[in-house]
């Protein structure tokens, strides 16, 4: 993966953060949000193996 993937991965899931929770909220509340949202997106990029 490129640096220029992961910025936008990055970019899109502030974007969706901060249309859900809006403006306002202390930092510590964006980070574990991002955190969240990052390893969701990491879990659905796995591979899938049906074995």
Known sequence: MTENELA???VDICYKIHTILGPGL???V???AFAYELDRH???K???SNR
């Open 30 to 32: 964006y980070e574990s």
């Open 42 to 44: 990491k879990r659905n």
């Open 26 to 28: 202390l930092e510590s």
């Open 46 to 48: 796995l591979p899938f």
């Open 8 to 10: 936008k991965i990055a």
